[in-house]
């Protein structure tokens, strides 16, 4: 069963895509690695990791969906007429799941937090309250519990409208507004006394900090957050027009995703200098360090509230973009209606998100070599699978995929893009599968640097 519609329009193919890449990777990640990985050093290789193999790679993912019109499962089926490529599907539609199931967590902490700002506030609150404040919160279980089913449920109400009438409709609403958002918070981030402290911070390398491992976190985290190597892209790729140009999307898209990564990091760390707080406190700087920012400074709730928005808004029009996949996979191979595979695939996300949230609760039981279900999935999916899934795609493209099939997508039939396109092909039949097997190997410990 193929795939007939396609996004309305040209802005609203932008901010779909665009509404999937920038989420959670751009405001909750991207400042903690920049943070522990020595700032401006970590941005300048983050960027050329996006440049030379994230952007590609999406290219690649958009032929696939566009040119078979059908799920990351059927698609691969398609083009290779050889059953074992149905598996990086497949996997990819595992990985959905792994990852929506931690990702509506973290969006409900979001939630969670715009309550707080609204009720108790953070204003005058002392570090020490802060810091238990979110561990009490944590701690209890069911509320992160409650605001992560909020969440799914919220998800799960826009992708039952599909594509164009739910997905693309909701997103030209939001992401114009998260645009907004993110100007006005970095604006007034300008008047704060530590700005130039954290311009410095993010704008003068420190290439002491880097090692190879500085390089690995980069290539990670732009997959995640270009939303690359779970076949989401590929799904998104099934409803892009025939004329629009998949390079100058992709391209479009990965420079959208930087600016707003390098723009929050602007926004976030003027407020981390001014009051003093260490850029390095790891994943918990936006959850926990902000707040205490917040509560010292000027008109502080308002901008927690304006900024737990931000965050609301960037994690559900990327929610969205893993609950798609899963859903027209269902819809297409199963035969089932739309309405029917997201209940379904909510259902089974929600128990995921409950055994989630409950395993952060000290001494839970609920744990996986060695380290919390949250923290484990987590770090599989961002260390591992998309890594892995991306290598998959991307040798498929290269070598596997017809020649000419891809040159027909990348080229939009001959009329653009034709230098580009050698160019292209090199650097993902070679240079993107050595880089990413070398990345593979080496997590999996075989290759010692
Ligand atoms: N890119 C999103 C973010 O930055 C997360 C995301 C959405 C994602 N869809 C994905 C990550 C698919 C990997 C694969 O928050």
Redesign the pocket.
């Known amino acids: 069963m193929e795939n007939k519609v396609t996004f309305g329009s040209k802005f609203g193919t932008l901010v779909v895509v665009a509404g999937?890449?920038?989420?959670?990777?751009?405001?909750?990640?991207f400042p903690y690695l920049a943070g522990n990985n020595g700032g401006s050093a970590f941005i300048i290789i983050y960027i050329l990791c996006s440049l030379t193999i994230a952007i590609p790679i999406m290219m690649s993912e958009f032929v696939v969906g566009r040119s078979t019109r059908k799920n990351a499962f059927g698609a691969f089926k398609e083009l290779s007429r050889q059953k074992k490529w149905c598996l990086v599907g497949l996997f990819g539609i595992l990985?959905?799941f792994l990852?929506y199931g931690f990702?509506s967590v973290v969006a409900g902490w979001a939630i969670s937090f715009i309550q707080t700002a609204f009720t108790e506030g953070f204003t005058g609150r002392s570090p020490e309250l802060i810091h238990s404040n979110f561990i009490d919160y944590i701690n209890t279980g069911w509320k992160p519990t409650i605001a992560a089913l909020i969440f799914i449920g919220l998800t799960a109400s826009i992708v039952i409208g599909g594509m164009e009438k739910g997905i693309e409709r909701i997103n030209k609403v939001l992401m114009p507004m998260l645009a907004l958002i993110i100007l006005g918070l970095f604006l007034y981030s300008t008047s704060l006394a530590g700005f130039k402290a954290g311009m410095d911070f993010l704008l003068k390398p420190d290439f002491s900090k880097i090692d190879l491992n500085t390089f690995l976190t980069a290539i990670g985290q732009s997959?995640?957050?270009?939303?690359?190597?779970?076949g989401?892209m590929v799904t998104y790729g099934a409803y892009i027009k025939k004329e629009t140009s998949l390079p100058s999307l992709a391209l479009t898209i990965g420079l959208t995703?930087l600016t707003i990564a390098v723009l929050v990091g602007f926004a976030i760390f003027p407020g981390v200098f001014t009051f003093g707080i260490e850029p390095t406190s790891g994943p918990t700087l936006v959850f926990e360090t902000l707040p205490l920012v917040f509560s010292m400074m000027p008109a502080g709730n308002l901008f927690g509230i304006f900024f737990f928005l931000l965050v609301f808004i960037?994690?559900i029009t990327?929610?969205v973009?893993?609950l798609e996949?899963i859903c027209l996979f269902i819809i297409q191979e199963l035969k089932t209606t739309r309405v029917k595979a997201v209940l379904m695939i909510s259902t089974i996300v929600s128990i995921l998100a409950v055994l989630c949230a409950y395993s952060q609760v000290e001494g839970s039981p609920i744990r996986l070599f060695g380290s919390n279900l949250f923290d484990f999935l987590n770090n599989i999916?961002d260390k591992f699978m998309?890594p892995f899934g991306a290598l998959l795609i991307i040798v498929f493209v290269g070598w596997f995929a017809n020649k000419e099939l891809v040159r027909n997508e990348i080229t939009n039939n001959g009329l653009l893009f034709n230098k580009g396109f050698k160019f292209y092909y090199v650097i993902i039949r070679y240079l993107i599968p050595i880089i990413l097997s070398l990345f593979v190997l080496s997590l999996l410990g075989i290759v010692k640097w």
Request: glycine letters at 10%.
């Open positions: 999937s890449c920038v989420g959670l990777g751009n405001i909750w990640r990985t959905s990852i990702y997959f995640f957050s270009m939303s690359l190597g779970m989401c995703d960037a994690a990327s929610s973009s893993m996949p999916t998309l």
